[in-house]
């Protein structure tokens, strides 16, 4: 186990499941964001993730148990996994806190989809909080456009005097936000990145800056970076070093990672061209002026 620090936020490399159990201390997060391995087949950093249903799930029910209980009694949690696994997630904390939302973040996808069933489009998310009657929730923070009230202009006439519909509302529970695709600005070597978009919403509403956000499973470190960049403090648990370096990166904590200079992959469609190699160059110069002349020749024949 490594462990990283600058200005309030931490990063732990190694084993989710036995940081939690050692290193965070109990009721000192204020928010925890998890974002787990959905047990599908995925490949993180080369290694193909596949459990048995049954192992996968009692896992899940660890960490579940320990982020618990490192969330204050106002805290909020929010939890994803797949649609298959969703089910007994919920299942499972319904006895253990409050489940206030279950949210769908839905995108468009323009892969292949499947052909002899309805293909996947979204992923479910629960949002919880320890006590219903205490807790935060920025609304004003997360408002989105009302269109009865700021493109359609509708009035109210059930209210006396009448009066327009609001322009703004809070957000319902399905969100639509593009996947993190290469070409994004924000795209880092990740198979499942969240977006920054999805957890500013997510850290906006449901904590205050100066706040502690906890996630078990960073990946590329975007609620790290998300609560930095909202002034909250953080704490990011990873396994894989590759992703570990994406992390310290991005939070300016360290520059360097066992000797290695920390930059960001420059993408292939940005990267300088090879030169022209000799044999090309040749060829440009004799044998398609050669053709080139035939075909001259031939054209005034």
């Not at 999805?198 to 470190?221: C, M, Q, W």
């Not at 894989?240 to 991005?250: A, F, P, S, T």
Request: proline letters at 4%; hydrophobic letters at 30%; aromatic letters at 12%.
């Amino acid at each position: 186990m490594q462990k990283f620090e600058n200005r309030g936020h931490t990063i732990f490399h190694g084993d989710a499941v036995e940081i939690l159990a050692s290193e965070v201390a109990d009721k000192s997060v204020d928010l925890v964001f998890i974002d787990p391995p959905y047990n599908i087949g995925k490949k993180f950093n080369g290694k193909k993730y596949k459990q048995t249903d049954r192992d996968y799930l009692a896992w899940c029910y660890q960490w579940i148990d320990l982020c618990l209980k490192k969330l204050k009694d106002t805290g909020s949690m929010y939890i994803m996994t797949s649609t298959q696994f969703m089910p007994y997630f919920d299942i499972y904390l319904r006895d253990k806190i409050e489940i206030l939302s279950r949210i769908a973040w839905y995108y468009d996808s323009s892969g292949v989809q499947a052909k002899k069933y309805y293909g996947s489009m979204y992923e479910p998310i629960l949002f919880c909080v320890k006590d219903k009657k205490n807790y935060t929730f920025n609304a004003h923070d997360i408002l989105v456009e009302a269109k009865t009230g700021a493109k359609r202009k509708l009035i109210d006439y059930r209210k006396n005097p009448p009066q327009p519909y609001n322009t703004e509302k809070v957000p319902g529970n399905v969100w639509e936000y593009p996947r993190v695709r290469y070409r994004m600005d924000e795209y880092e070597n990740h198979p499942t990145q969240k977006p920054v978009k999805f957890l500013e919403r997510i850290i906006k509403a449901s904590s205050n800056e100066g706040d502690t956000v906890l996630d078990p499973f960073s990946g590329t470190f975007t609620t790290s970076y998300v609560a930095k960049m909202l002034n909250r403090q953080s704490v990011g648990i990873e396994l894989e070093d590759e992703y570990v370096k994406i992390g310290l990166r991005r939070l300016d904590i360290s520059t360097h990672y066992m000797g290695e200079k920390l930059e960001k992959e420059v993408k292939s469609y940005k990267r300088e061209k090879p030169e022209t190699t000799h044999v090309l160059k040749l060829f440009k110069e004799t044998d398609a002026a050669q053709l080139y002349g035939k075909h001259k020749g031939n054209s005034e024949q």
